[in-house]
């Protein structure tokens, strides 16, 4: 198979367009049937940013413009990127709860594990480092430098994936891909609740709530209030999960043109019986150990706590001149507190022994304020109307980590035969240092909008960044590091018909990096350039968004694992690095409304990452993503059901692992994933939804380049009961 594909990529592109095509053929060939389709552009509402537009419909799976990008309110046809966006309707549809569930189901989108908490996530063959708050940089996951995959879903109103080097806005980060969160707000003026109970596997429960309020007689002043408690076990033994959630914010129109928000969320995890990187994967004699899909290397003791608080407050100012001016101040906090347990090395096939204990325990505080201060309008210049956007953001995050020495641990014995059952170790009673590390960033920005002629427009843009960073670390030393970097960016957009258009855009990368080689020392920076060029379609008024995009990524100073090599705290990974790294590839996706009654996404991707004398790295990653979910609400009397399903497809990988005898690959073949749900509404008012994974059953590994994979989880399912009240 992947023989044919490299022999014919002209024919899978062509397949890929006819694929994007199909549903929009299907759409005309419907609304032409019943003479609807010049009415169906009537019916579809446009959906601003930020801006709640009261008794229109709003495209399900969809938005109508994003200034994630740019900061520029942009339709997504206009913005010359690849950006994918998940709604609250979609992560309802298929029950997405959480941030890892989301970006699995995301084009171009992948992730690894080093175990149960600490996940890991990709595009294009680079980290996802980059997160934000309605556009607003914040630090990634306190545990795993990538995007936080155990934030709950419940208080964001969608997430948006925007793909490529995001630097205009982000800053340093690197050319994978940036996520934004955007958070809900009280955007109704009357009370309306919603309650939802669900119930799922491994004796999952669920309770969520959300509801919006005026405060006042006129509803100038509202509140929104949104409360999450889930809890359950897992397909894996021992582990359990416990998660709270809370979110809280009130808006408030100071005025005709001004609205001033603030809001606090809480978001707490506690899970026991947790894995600190994967089992042996060898015996002694290099054979690879078939493992149960439920087996876990954790002790039952064994926990990682984290909680998450962000405190925010926004204003935005209209002036009659068409111009804005938005300005937004965080503070965010993050815990850790854990009690792990590893064992590494190669059990003996006869009698389990050979393996070797290791136990620790530690916690790490998290700090980080921010600041966003931006204008944008339009402005007249070259006789034509253009738009503007000048601002500054900065950042000042610091990371406390400590530990706690425990003495000698005991021999497991037979791995083999292991329970989880293991004397807690004798841990100090108070902690020693680890590291302190202090990051901050500033940066000044603009980008402009240009309209040059009819069908072309020119987004041109820069950012001059600030970055420093002292660390004291305990191995390693004191480390400080500055860094001034002015990274542009332009893209260039071209009206091939009223629905599709032609872009290219172009920007620099600099990405700081916290990986060390083998002796300590921190890798360079990573530095390079990222290209993109493609085709947009905005089709039924914005309902149907579709994109083919083709990259290329050429990078400096790319950091590789190095598998079983680790610093002197024997637990820290090593690494190597490469320079000359290209990553050149493509994404398609068609995401949005097809007909009145059916709402869709389909994703392919496929990049190729290599380095010069290396060839292909970070070979743990699949190539080649599809991602496709779809629901339909049945017409006339079954109008009260909708059905939909979908699938997950990813090629074949491998991995290289530490074994006895050295480096030893573990591979996994192409993996296909199937979906489905169905939702029946009584009324109004109340609904029950099922939605089932993986129901072929897939046994699977996921791979990483780290020496650590594991089982996925087998067939799940889900019901869900909701209520509304309004």
């Known amino acids: 198979m992947h023989h044919r594909c490299r022999t014919w990529p002209r024919a899978r592109l062509l397949c890929l367009a006819l694929a994007?095509?199909?549903?929009?053929?299907?759409?005309?060939?419907?609304?032409?049937?019943?003479?609807?389709?010049?009415?169906?552009?009537?019916?579809?509402?446009?959906?601003?940013?930020?801006?709640?537009?009261?008794?229109?419909?709003?495209?399900?799976?969809?938005?109508?413009?994003?200034?994630?990008?740019?900061?520029?309110?942009?339709?997504?046809?206009?913005?010359?990127?690849?950006?994918?966006?998940?709604?609250?309707?979609?992560?309802?549809?298929?029950?997405?709860?959480?941030?890892?569930?989301?970006?699995?189901?995301?084009?171009?989108?992948?992730?690894t594990a080093y175990d149960t908490e600490r996940v890991i996530f990709w595009s294009r063959g680079f980290m996802i480092e980059n997160m934000a708050y309605d556009g607003v940089p914040v630090a990634?996951?306190?545990?795993?430098?990538?995007?936080?995959?155990?934030?709950d879903t419940s208080i964001y109103e969608r997430i948006e994936v925007i793909r490529g080097a995001t630097g205009l806005l982000s800053g340093a980060g690197s050319p994978s891909a940036m996520v934004n969160f955007v958070r809900k707000h009280a955007d109704g003026t009357t009370p309306q609740a919603d309650v939802a109970l669900d119930y799922g596997s491994w004796n999952t429960r669920r309770i969520s709530a959300d509801g919006t309020t005026p405060l006042n007689a006129s509803g100038s002043v509202r509140a929104r209030l949104v409360a999450t408690h889930e809890d359950g076990d897992s397909y894996l033994d021992r582990y359990h999960n416990w998660k709270n959630v809370l979110y809280a914010v009130v808006d408030a129109d100071l005025g005709r043109n001004t609205v001033l928000g603030a809001g606090y969320d809480y978001q707490k995890t506690k899970p026991t019986g947790v894995t600190w990187g994967s089992f042996p994967d060898f015996y002694d004699d290099g054979t690879l150990i078939r493992w149960p899909r439920s087996f876990s290397s954790a002790a039952d003791w064994t926990y990682w706590n984290n909680t998450t608080q962000t405190a925010f407050v926004q204003l935005r100012h209209d002036f009659d001149n068409g111009w804005q001016l938005h300005a937004e101040a965080g503070h965010r906090k993050t815990d850790a507190d854990s009690a792990l347990f590893y064992v590494y090395g190669f059990p003996s096939r006869e009698t389990g022994e050979g393996v070797t204990p290791y136990a620790y325990k530690s916690f790490q505080r998290g700090r980080q304020n921010m600041v966003d201060l931006y204008a944008t309008g339009p402005f007249q210049a070259f006789g034509r109307e253009q738009e503007l956007v000048i601002g500054f953001n900065g950042s000042d995050y610091s990371n406390d980590y400590f530990d706690y020495p425990n003495g000698a641990l005991p021999d497991p014995g037979n791995f083999l035969q292991?329970?989880?059952?293991?004397?807690?170790?004798?841990?100090?009673?108070?902690?020693?240092?680890?590291?302190?590390?202090?990051?901050?960033?500033?940066?000044?920005?603009?980008?402009?909008?240009?309209?040059?002629?009819?069908?072309?427009?020119?987004?041109?843009g820069a950012r001059y960044s600030r970055w420093k960073n002292d660390t004291d670390d305990a191995f390693a030393g004191i480390y400080h590091e500055s860094q001034s970097k002015t990274l542009p960016y332009a893209g260039v957009i071209y009206d091939i018909?009223?629905?599709?258009?032609?872009?290219?855009?172009?920007?620099?990368?600099?990405?700081?990096q916290t990986s060390r080689y083998a002796d300590g020392g921190y890798l360079e920076p990573m530095i390079g350039s990222s290209r993109e060029i493609g085709i947009k379609g905005r089709h039924f008024d914005g309902?149907?968004?579709?994109?083919?995009?083709?990259?290329?990524?050429?990078?400096?100073?790319?950091?590789?694992a190095l598998p079983g090599v680790y610093l002197p705290d024997g637990i820290t990974q090593a690494y190597t690095s490469f320079d000359g790294t290209r990553s050149r590839g493509y994404e398609l996706e068609a995401s949005g409304r097809f007909t009145d009654h059916w709402n869709g996404t389909?994703?392919?991707?496929?990049?190729?990452?290599?380095?010069?004398?290396?060839?292909?790295?970070?070979?743990?990653?699949?190539?080649?993503?599809?991602?496709?979910?779809?629901?339909?609400q049945l017409p006339g009397g079954w109008s009260r059901l909708t059905v939909g399903g979908g699938f997950n497809w990813q090629d074949a990988s491998k991995a290289p692992v530490d074994g006895p005898s050295g480096t030893q690959y573990v591979r996994q073949s192409s993996v296909l994933l199937l979906g489905a749900m169905a939702r029946y509404a009584f009324n109004d008012h109340a609904s029950l939804q099922v939605n089932g994974d993986n129901l072929l059953n897939r046994k699977y590994f996921v791979l990483d380049d780290y020496s650590n994979f594991y089982n996925a989880p087998p067939m799940n399912f889900m019901v869900s009961f909701s209520y509304r009240f309004f």
């Open 20 to 111: 994007a095509t199909l549903p929009l053929a299907v759409h005309a060939q419907s609304a032409t049937a019943d003479g609807s389709g010049d009415d169906h552009a009537r019916k579809k509402a446009t959906t601003l940013d930020a801006v709640n537009v009261r008794g229109q419909q709003a495209p399900a799976y969809t938005v109508d413009q994003s200034s994630a990008a740019t900061r520029l309110p942009l339709t997504l046809r206009d913005t010359p990127q690849s950006i994918s966006v998940i709604t609250a309707q979609r992560m309802a549809d298929q029950d997405l709860t959480d941030v890892r569930a989301v970006l699995d189901n995301t084009t171009g989108v992948s992730s």
């Open 140 to 151: 990634s996951s306190l545990n795993a430098q990538s995007a936080d995959g155990s934030l």
């Open 418 to 460: 292991w329970t989880g059952r293991y004397p807690y170790p004798d841990f100090a009673p108070r902690p020693e240092f680890v590291s302190d590390a202090r990051i901050r960033q500033q940066g000044l920005y603009a980008a402009a909008r240009l309209s040059l002629a009819d069908p072309l427009k020119l987004v041109v």
């Open 497 to 512: 018909t009223p629905a599709y258009s032609a872009f290219a855009s172009y920007t620099k990368i600099f990405d700081p």
């Open 543 to 560: 309902a149907l968004n579709t994109s083919l995009t083709f990259f290329d990524t050429r990078m400096s100073n790319v950091a590789e």
């Open 602 to 632: 389909i994703g392919w991707s496929h990049f190729n990452i290599k380095a010069p004398g290396e060839g292909a790295i970070h070979t743990a990653l699949p190539r080649v993503l599809v991602r496709a979910f779809t629901t339909y």
